[in-house]
Nanobody
C-alpha cells in the first residue's frame, strides 16, 4: 500500500503563487491532483504519466498551474500561479498502478490526506 503525503498549502492573496508537493512511500505510475471546495464535489485538477509525456489539466487551471514529478524521489508537484479565490479548496494528491492518465477520481487507489489552499481576494 503506497502512502501519499501532501505539503505546501497555505493562505495567500489573489495573484500569488504556491507550490504543492506530494511524497509517495513507493512507486506509483499516473499521478494526479484533485481538489474539493466546501459543499462541492471533488474535481480533477491535473494529471501526469510516469514519464511526464502525458499531462492534462482542467480548463479552469490551464495556463496557471503546472504539474511535474521527480521519479527518483517518488514525488509529484503542483506549481500554482495567478491564484484566484475560486481556487480555494483542499488539494489531494492521488496515484494509481496504471500509467493511464485518468481524470476520474475513481481510477485512483492511493490518496493523500489533503492540504488546504485558501486564496483571499
Amino acid at each position: 500500500q503506497v502512502q501519499l503525503i501532501e505539503s505546501g498549502g497555505g493562505l495567500v492573496q489573489a495573484g500569488d503563487s504556491l507550490r504543492l508537493s506530494c511524497a509517495a512511500s513507493g512507486r506509483t505510475y499516473a499521478m494526479a491532483w484533485f481538489r474539493q471546495a466546501p459543499g462541492k464535489e471533488r474535481e480533477f485538477v491535473a494529471v501526469i504519466s510516469w514519464g511526464g509525456n502525458s499531462i492534462y489539466y482542467a480548463d479552469s487551471v490551464k495556463g496557471r498551474f503546472t504539474i511535474s514529478r521527480d521519479n527518483a524521489k517518488n514525488a509529484v508537484f503542483l506549481q500554482m500561479n495567478s491564484l484566484k479565490p475560486e481556487d480555494t479548496a483542499v488539494y489531494y494528491c492521488a496515484g494509481r498502478d496504471s500509467n493511464k492518465p485518468d481524470t476520474s477520481s475513481n481510477a485512483y487507489s492511493y490518496w493523500g490526506q489533503g492540504t488546504q489552499v485558501t486564496v483571499s481576494s
